[in-house]
């Protein structure tokens, strides 16, 4: 569990499914994502979560607002399928809370995370091109551009940040 000023970053635990279930069928929240989900798929998601912290140790954390517990999206560092080399610290937040800090906030914890407790020496943050608030929080967390990879979705964008430059 990781607190910061306004929020709690925690496993994901059974009373969270009706909220991610219901952000992964948002088109607003999966547009930069891997598109809307239905119930199953949502499902598989999740399992594919705990299946990373079984095998890691770390993994997906869910992302609650302190003052009222309820969770305003999804947070953590993880391998990506498109990019194993290096552990990827990533985030997806409910568009009822945009505008808010509230990626930045739970990004620098996890970066302080995967540099600090988790002990890497790099981590990496990757997009889509047209996700530009994504590319703003990479920005201001201190991630570079580094790589290009083709994907389903179009070409992801590979930031990189090594514990040496911050």
């Known amino acids: 569990m990781i607190e910061t000023e306004r929020l709690l970053l925690r496993r994901v635990e059974p009373r969270d499914r009706e909220a991610i279930h219901r952000l ?13 989900q239905t119930r199953d798929q949502s499902e598989a ?4 979560w705990e299946g990373h912290w079984a095998e890691h140790g770390f993994g ?7 003052e009222t517990g309820e969770l305003v999206g999804r947070v953590g560092v993880q391998y990506h399928r498109m990019w194993p080399a290096d552990p990827e610290v990533g985030w997806a ?12 906030e739970a990004g620098a ?12 020496d790099q981590l990496v943050s990757i997009t889509t091109e047209p996700n530009l608030a ?14 290009e990879v083709p994907s389903e979705w179009g070409n992801l964008w590979i930031h990189r940040l090594a514990r040496n430059s911050r």
């Open 24 to 36: 992964n069928a948002d088109p607003e929240f999966t547009r930069h994502l891997a598109g809307v």
């Open 45 to 48: 998601a999740i399992a594919r």
């Open 60 to 66: 997906i954390l869910a992302v609650e607002w302190r």
């Open 93 to 104: 937040v409910d568009p009822a809370f945009w505008g808010r800090g509230i990626a930045t």
């Open 109 to 120: 914890a996890c970066v302080a995370w995967g540099f600090g407790e988790l002990g890497y």
């Open 134 to 147: 994504s590319r703003n929080v990479m920005r201001k967390l201190g991630f570079t551009r580094h790589a």
